[in-house]
Structures are given as structure tokens and as C-alpha cells.
């Protein structure tokens, strides 16, 4: 059951429907819901997430997971208490964006609100922003097993040493990375061997922290470490980013219109420079030595703004762009234009959510290039069919790839002999359409019973 019909109830909906699921969507609004009657396959409510009446009518005394995903905090925890106590076995998720909230976490409990989880895509977009500056040419990091393997999107240019090499011919990189996605005209592709990475490639490779620096040479020639930001938008967003690298030894500089906003911010940071203007003023990014600076990172309110924002300051020589989008659908067609890398809260609170609609024992999910496929981290269950064989023995579906097998301390990048043990953590890529496919797998084998 979701409760909200917005970018993210819609794309979580959407996710859903194509696997089959039974899905039941409520929204106060009937554009929304007639969006949903339109495009999806699933029973569409008209009414408020906070009716005990027509949450019963909706079937919540039926419904494995609750997510609670309207743009109104107090919504989503008064739905999440009323699931409480209209089904008490049901797991519970909201998404959450007040601060207030979210530092007084014992309201969640299970004694009070009865929250399983909580979302703040908000602050999992920040994290996605500073593991961006961390990782000099990336496009996407995401960090799995706690950091100690990162999922890497680079794109791969054209005096790349891989550019034009068939991944067979990577003998010497074998335990070192492993290539689980390649994109290549908005196409995913989950590689084999015979596949060869071509220049303008987008490549998602996974690869063990205590091995970046070799990888990063590799793909990545001629990056530099970051020195200088500008950062334009000082909402909760760029407020937070400003934070983070108020205590690093980056040049900083923070941009808004809103003078109130920057005086508040001024008094707060240290060494990050605060500046009251537009960001969309040509003469002012000039004056604020746009030329050169590694990151420009747009964070406005305003989607389209943002987009402005980071055109203009790549053509005034930023050398790269981060982009804050929140309608998805604009998504693929942004890169067309030239925009680095998008971020969004949006796709943050589907990569969060999405976790607790796998079957099997899955503890995170990222989706890649927007939603077409899956990073998938799972722990290996004794009773799936993956473990005590060779991997070349599993049946895998045909766009699923093992891409790190983590065992304790030790971290593996796998080949057709590896074997997976119970209690193994999984590093999983995966075509959104062999999902289903993949879970049958990860769980319970029928002959145990």
C-alpha cells in the first residue's frame, strides 16, 4: 500500500505493477489518481492516507508494507500509526524531511508511532553529493558494506587505456574490479566477457576501497583532486553540503538570493564564503572565478533554474556540473544536453524504499541510470540455490551478474569458479526485468520444505 501518488508513490507504484505485484495507491488528489488509473496497473483510492475508514476499505489488514510517501511529513506518520494498530505485522516506511523529526528519533519507536523506517531522501542525497566530490570524474558512487566496496559510474573517454578492449582481455584486473553494467545509448547492458567497452561509454564497475587509486588511474586518467567549489541554492540541501565542507580543506563558496538566509549561514560556517546573489547571473559566477572550479553544484528550489545554472557554468569553464533534479522523466534527457550528473531526492527516496520490496534478504538497492536496472546488496540465505556451487553453475538470469562476494573481512570479486557461502554478502547488478527472476533465487529453495 502507498499512501501519496507523487513523483515518488508513482515511480515505487510503477516499479511494482511491472513486477506483478499487488499494489493499492491512495491520493487526495484526483489528477494524481487519474494519472495512476491512466498509466498503471493497480487499485487507485481517492482519499486521505489518515482515513482509519478508507485505509480498512483499501485493505491495509491485508497488506505487507506500508510506504508513506506524500510531500507532508505529519501524513505519513499519522498513516504509519493508524497501520499500527489496524495491522500490527505489516512493515511500516515513511518518508520524513523535517529536521525537527528526525533528530527526535524515539517518536518512531514502535511503542509510540510505529515507524519500521524512516526516509529523508534530503540527507541520502547529500551523502550522494559528497561521495560525487570524493571520487575525481565519477558520475555516481554509491557506497556498499558500509564504504568498504563502492559502485563506481564513470564514463569512459576516449584515452581511457579500456577504450576499445574486450573485458576478457582485463586478465590483470580481475581481483582488483569488476565491470557489472555498461550504458551505451540509454541502454543498459549487463556485460559478459566478449562485450568490449567502447569511448563515451557510462560504466558501473564495483571496486574495493583499498584499490580506488588504481581504478580510478585506470578509467580515469588526468583527474585532479578537488580544490575549489561553488555551490548555488542554500536551502536545506545546500545548507547541509556547505556544512559538510565547512570542515574541509576545500575552497567553498555558497550562492543565494535570499539575504536572511545568508546572514544565518555566514554566522554559522567558518571557511566556506557565503555570497547573496543569483546564480543565474553571468557577471557574478565571473567575478566568483567560475573558470576552472572542479564542481558547480545547483540545488535550487527550482528544477529548471538548475539546469540553467549548470549549462551556464559549464559554458563560463566550470569542469564539472551537479545537477538537483526532481522530475524523473526529465532524467535521461538532461545528459543529452550536456549536464554532468543529476541528483534527486526524489530517485533517493525510490533507491531507499526499494530495499524493503525485495524478497529475499536484501539490506540496500540502487538503482542505476535512473530506474532501468538494479545494484542489488543481499546476504546469501543457506536455503537459496547460489551457495556451495561454483557461480558458472548458477542459473542466473540472462541480465544478472555476481559483481563482489563479501566474506567477514575479506572481500572478493568474483569468477565462474568463485563459490558463495551462506552468509556471504552479495553485490548484485541486474536488468529491472530479470528482478523477479533473481529473487526466486535468493530465497527460500521449495525442496526445503
Known sequence: MIVGAGEVGFHIAKRLSEESQDVVV????????????????VQAFLGSGTSPRLLKEA???????????????????????????????????????????????????????????????????????????????AFEVIDFVKGRVKLIGFRINKDSPVAGHQLLSFTELQEKLL???????????IPQGKDTIEADDLVYVVAKNDELEYVLALLNPGEEALRRVIIVGAGQTGTSLAAA??????????????????????????????????????????????E?????????????NNVLISLLGKGLGAKRTITRLNKLSYIPLVS???????????????????????????ISVAPLKGVHAEAIEAEALETSEIVNVPLSKVKFPKGAIVGAIIRGEEIIIPHGESIILPQDHLIIFALQQVVPKLEKLLTVKLDYF
Open 59 to 137: 485493505g491495509i489488514k491485508e497488506a505487507d508494507l506500508l510506504v508513506a510517501a506524500t510531500d507532508s511529513d505529519e501524513v505519513n506518520l499519522i498513516s504509519c500509526l493508524l497501520a499500527r494498530n489496524l495491522n500490527q505485522y505489516m512493515l511500516k516506511v515513511a518518508r520524513v524531511r523535517n529536521q525537527e523529526y528526525l533528530e527526535e528519533t524515539e517518536i518512531f519507536s514502535k511503542d509510540l508511532l510505529g515507524v519500521d523506517s524512516i526516509i529523508n531522501p534530503e540527507s541520502v542525497m547529500v551523502k550522494n553529493i559528497l561521495n560525487l566530490m570524493e571520487i575525481p570524474g
Open 336 to 362: 543529452a544536453i550536456g549536464i554532468d550528473t543529476v541528483v534527486s531526492s526524489r530517485l533517493s527516496a525510490v533507491q531507499a524504499i526499494l530495499q524493503y520490496i525485495r524478497r529475499g534478504k536484501i
Open 292 to 304: 576552472n572550479v572542479d564542481f558547480m553544484i545547483s540545488v535550487t528550489g527550482d528544477e529548471e
Open 245 to 290: 565542507l565547512d570542515q574541509t580543506r576545500i575552497n567553498t563558496k555558497i550562492i543565494d538570493k535570499n539575504s536572511d538566509q545568508c546572514t544565518r549561514l555566514a554566522e554559522n560556517l567558518e571557511q566556506v564564503i557565503v555570497i547573496n546573489g543569483d546564480g543565474t547571473d553571468k557577471n557574478l559566477l565571473q567575478e566568483e572565478n567560475i
Open 179 to 189: 565491470v557489472g553494467a555498461i550504458v551505451r545509448e540509454n541502454q543498459v547492458v
Open 26 to 41: 491512495i491520493d487526495r488528489d484526483p489528477t494524481q489518481i487519474k494519472k495512476i488509473n491512466e498509466n498503471l496497473d
